[in-house]
């Protein structure tokens, strides 16, 4: 068994101690997170520049709540930077980190075809371009994926805007080849827009989800953000995933600023609800202040993961505060996972189980049957229960082994039609399901999935 987690050395509760850094000379001071008026708060003191105080998590309850499913990870076993001046001076991975590579951000370049007043990379007032060449890229690549004990499976080329490298479709490919079980692209959507070919050339070289900035339903959003009216391109854009063959998966990624579109989640919830033949996912993005900002200012934009949720709350019909759980709470499944990564009797090496990993591919639902994997036979009804047989896929069995067939009246692999050796080792999978859903095996219930997983 991989062991990836262990228990939490944080002490659970406020107030709580942690480090942190000067805004203005960036020194590393002391910083405290407490109570105050229901909200879970930061401040800290510098020597030279004095205190500094902002609001941590809008809602002290959901914090302290978030707390009991903490865990630490147990890092990487052959890090790329030596601890010369602490955290965060040699962030690299270094041996002092405590998790490894969920899912990695690779820039492909730090051009931009905008000019965004927000904008989380400061693309182009960098004063210098940052632009690996191919063989660098592919370089950071063989990086992560030789990573270990886990080896990265996620990636998200990112920028600038990544779709204006030179040799973007080289990267995708590279990525495939090496074995990136989830590829994805944080992007404006202004190029697949403009070209839908741009987009099916994306399929075809290996891409399997769009990281779509989309900021809402109003093109004065996009004014203020963006500079410019986008509304009609990102429509565009989603609808060139959808006109590809096969289809692309689609993340809409709103930046939350409170007084710019903070009143407009429930109506991004109901668009991505709308489309969500190719919208698998909304990735709500609390706007981040860095560099020097007048109190005022912080305090009016400022946009926490918990105003999300009242917001959301109050805005729909259909999601609660109490519907919100923190990542670490797929980490018994991960476990689980972990523990049946074993010597697979049909092959060489060890068994790829896989989580929402692929181009549209869920495990609708995983269940014991003497220490064995099967494929729930309801797992064909998906989409609230609309018949969606698609294709099913089986891991760990060779190509060229037929164990998933299709029984009379059955929506899944019959027990009696799989090979004994080989029904051990079955997760099913449907393309074109909601990618990033589980089928808990108690309840029936949908659950939202992080993202791929590959052990």
Not at 52 to 64: G, H, N
Not at 244 to 273: H, K, W, Y
């Amino acid at each position: 068994m991989v062991q990836i987690v262990k228990p939490s050395t944080v002490k659970p509760g406020l107030p709580k101690k942690t480090g942190s850094l000067c805004p203005e000379c960036k020194a590393r001071i002391t910083a405290e997170i407490y109570e105050e008026n229901g909200k879970a708060m930061i401040r800290k003191t510098c020597p030279e520049h004095g205190e500094f105080k902002d609001v941590y998590w809008s809602d002290a309850e959901m914090y302290l709540e978030a707390e009991k499913w903490a865990v630490d990870g147990m890092g990487v076993t052959n890090p790329a930077v030596d601890v010369a001046n602490g955290c965060p001076f040699d962030c690299g991975l270094c041996e002092v980190h405590m998790s490894h590579t969920s899912l990695a951000n690779l820039d492909l370049t730090n051009r931009c075809n905008l000019r965004c007043p927000i904008c989380f990379a400061n693309a182009n007032d960098a004063g210098v371009v940052f632009e690996p060449t191919l063989e660098e890229v592919i370089q950071m690549l063989k990086v992560l994926r030789a990573e270990r004990p886990v080896p990265c499976t996620a990636l998200q080329f990112a920028g600038g805007e990544p779709t204006i490298y030179p040799q973007f479709f080289e990267a995708i490919s590279a990525a495939r080849d090496l074995g990136f079980a989830q590829i994805q692209v944080a992007t404006n959507g202004i190029r697949m827009a403009n070209d839908p070919e741009f987009t099916q050339k994306m399929v075809d070289a290996g891409m399997h989800t769009v990281y779509l900035q989309f900021d809402g339903l109003r093109e004065e959003n996009y004014i203020q953000a963006r500079g410019k009216p986008l509304l009609d391109v990102k429509k565009k854009a989603i609808q060139s995933c959808r006109d590809c063959s096969p289809n692309l998966s689609v993340c809409l990624v709103p930046t939350m600023v409170n007084g710019l579109n903070d009143d407009q989640l429930g109506e991004i919830m109901r668009f991505a609800i709308e489309n969500r033949d190719v919208v698998r996912a909304v990735n709500f993005q609390p706007v981040s202040f860095s560099g020097r900002i007048e109190n005022e200012e912080r305090e009016a934009g400022r946009f926490t993961l918990t105003d999300m949720v009242h917001r959301l709350a109050e805005q729909t019909d259909f999601v609660k505060k109490e519907d919100w759980y923190p990542v670490p709470v797929v980490t018994p499944i991960s476990e689980f996972l972990s523990a049946l990564h074993r010597p697979c009797p049909l092959r060489s090496g060890h068994i790829p189980f896989h989580i929402a990993g692929g181009r549209g591919y869920t495990p609708h639902q995983v269940r014991g049957c003497g220490g064995a994997i099967q494929g729930h036979p309801g797992a064909g009804k998906v989409r609230g229960g609309q018949e969606d047989p698609g294709r099913h896929q089986a891991q760990g069995i060779q190509p060229d082994t037929q164990v998933l067939q299709e029984g009379p009246g059955t929506k899944g692999p019959q027990r009696d039609q799989v090979p004994e050796a080989a029904g051990r080792h079955i997760l099913q999978h449907s393309e074109g399901s909601n990618c990033g859903d589980y089928m808990g095996p108690h309840d029936g219930r949908r659950h939202a999935f992080p993202g791929p997983l590959q052990l």
